[in-house]
């Protein structure tokens, strides 16, 4: 579903990105891991364009976002690229909820916006997606009001409310307590055992290793190795093993 061939980006000519090609299938759970400052936070940015690459090609099914044609890279018009972000959604570790919206306010704004639902469709299904993260009774409060495993899941359940056919998560529970954790863990196993196609940069290696179909490892700008949890987690690869074992 998701395609990354070969991507490269740098940030004041400091190389971040090296190389990074990466297929997400639909109904696939990949996790990302590797060592603070490998890149997994800029490549899932790149993917969700809130930032452009230098090289490479991003599809998402056959819609390009990008392409590099001898050595010229060339992004897709607007309406293409907005298509494509429509179709992905992105859950943030500070969980980025509208602090002046209440929880209901933050899940129907972006489709009655964008999406063009009326008040009461949009109100209806983030009812249902407030229910379904377990926050049915948090609808009328505010961000503060809530512990960081709440607003997490309401991000998570904001994301949701567009309907995205992949969903990003970047450290989604980095922010958390142990306990909060493993709230927003569990829905986010729901959701892979749903099929929802998850894309998640994680250092919960339980998480990995238990509901990822695949873990893919990176250093340095580039990825290392990857494979089936089982696979990857028993690697022999110095540099892999280097970096689980410290965790
Ligand atoms: N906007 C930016 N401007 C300049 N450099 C940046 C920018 N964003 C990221 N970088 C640099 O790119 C490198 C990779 O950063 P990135 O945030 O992608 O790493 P990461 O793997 O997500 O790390 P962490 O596990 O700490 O979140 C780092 O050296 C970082 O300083
Ligand atoms: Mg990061």
């Not at 309401?154 to 970047?170: G, S, T």
């Not at 493993?182 to 892979?192: F, S, T």
Request: hydrophobic share 40%.
């Amino acid at each position: 579903m998701l395609t990354a061939r070969d991507i490269y980006k740098g940030f004041d000519s400091v190389g971040v990105l090296k190389g990074i090609s990466m297929t997400v299938n639909k109904g696939e759970v990949v996790a990302l891991i590797g060592p603070s400052g490998s890149g997994k936070s800029t490549f899932l940015r790149c993917v969700n364009q809130l930032e452009r690459i230098d090289q490479g090609e991003i599809m998402l099914d056959d819609e390009v976002m990008c392409k590099t044609e001898n050595g010229v890279l060339t992004y897709s018009d607007e309406k293409v690229l907005r298509l494509i972000t429509l179709r992905m959604g992105m859950v943030f570790q500070s969980f980025n909820l509208f602090p002046h919206m209440s929880v209901m306010q933050n899940l129907i704004d972006a489709p009655i916006r964008v999406k063009k639902l009326t008040k009461a469709d949009a109100t209806k299904k983030a009812k249902e997606l407030l229910q379904k993260v377990g926050l049915s009774e948090k609808a009328d409060q505010y961000p503060f009001q809530l512990s960081g495993g709440q607003a997490q899941r309401v991000a998570i359940a904001r994301a949701l409310c567009m309907d995205p056919e992949i969903l990003c998560f970047d450290e989604p529970t980095s922010a958390l307590d142990p306990e909060l954790t493993q709230e927003v863990l569990a829905v986010m196993r729901d959701l892979a055992a749903e099929r929802m196609t998850m894309m998640v940069v994680t250092h919960e290696m339980s998480f990995a290793r238990d509901v990822a179909d695949r873990v893919v490892f990176m250093e340095g700008g580039q990825i290392v190795e990857e494979g089936a949890p089982e696979v990857l987690f028993s690697s022999q690869n110095p540099r892999t093993r280097k970096f689980i074992g410290g965790i």
